[in-house]
């Protein structure tokens, strides 16, 4: 992606969101119908895309109220699954300071792992912050979710399983396209491969969903202290806002953890 693109705002919003709403649509409808096979009304199903929005949060939820678990267990499980939207937020923060606060919360309310990664990747490239550009690409993409979602909920009775369609692996692969542009030197490729493999060892170790934001922060941590590591031996400056391994780290999570997900479905 171009520090410069010729395209208007609205046109940049809409070529960014694209190829999210080509993965969203697909996931969504999985969801639609994994949550209506777990007694949840369509209706609700929607509703929760619209004000959640949080696609493996939303799995989350469907699979553990299918299998008869506690309110508050259901709650606990989203919240830690959904604690890495925290470091991507930190991550992003940077390029948004001296927004209105009201601004950076609606902003913020769109935030997923795709966004973030296609957002992050054009501010780091030298974009220049554009508000209409980052609505347009959020909001296009919470279209597609819940557009996805919608028709799985009302009209998922009409398949039985959607692993034969391809359905299954369709976030994996979207995880897949966003985390492999994201690997422009050794220093991402190496967080992006030892937190994929930390994610996953400590998922087969036991661990609970907690694996995703212990191995994400680790992941970002070592990323961290390699480029403070390199700074120090050259002597230069480091510049965390114009190579940061959040975005690599991130994804490999997600990516690792929708891999443990569907092994074990």
Not at 33 to 43: C, G, H, T
Not at 244 to 263: F, K, V
Request: hydrophobic fraction near 50%; proline fraction near 5%; charge should be neutral.
């Amino acid at each position: 992606m171009s520090g410069i693109s010729s395209a208007s705002p609205l046109a940049e919003g809409l070529r960014r969101a694209l190829p999210i709403v080509l993965g969203y649509l697909p996931v969504g409808f999985a969801f639609g119908v994994l949550a209506v096979k777990n007694n949840i009304p369509p209706s609700l199903a929607v509703a929760m895309s619209v004000l959640m929005f949080s696609g493996s949060g939303q799995f989350v939820f469907a699979g553990m109220w299918g299998a008869g678990a506690s309110a508050l267990s259901i709650i606990a499980a989203v919240f830690i699954v959904n604690l890495r939207y925290l470091l991507q937020s930190a991550a992003e923060s940077p390029w948004l300071a001296g927004l209105p606060r009201a601004q950076r919360f609606l902003l913020g309310l769109g935030l997923t792992d795709e966004t973030f990664a296609v957002h992050i990747t054009a501010f780091q490239n030298g974009w220049q912050r554009s508000l209409t550009t980052l609505f347009v690409c959020n909001h296009t993409a919470q279209l597609g979710w819940v557009s996805g979602a919608a028709i799985g909920a009302f009209c998922g009775e009409l398949v039985s399983d959607v692993k034969p369609l391809g359905l299954d692996y369709a976030l994996t692969a979207m995880f897949l396209a966003l985390l492999v542009p994201q690997c422009v030197s050794r220093l991402h490729v190496l967080v992006a491969l030892f937190t994929t493999v930390l994610s996953i060892s400590l998922k087969a170790a036991g661990m609970t969903q907690w694996n995703i934001a212990v191995a994400t922060v680790l992941g970002a941590s070592l990323g961290t202290w390699l480029m403070l590591r390199k700074a120090r031996c050259e002597g230069t400056p480091c510049d965390f806002a114009a190579s940061t391994p959040a975005p690599a780290s991130n994804s490999a999570t997600s990516l690792s953890t929708t891999c443990t997900e569907e092994a074990e479905s």
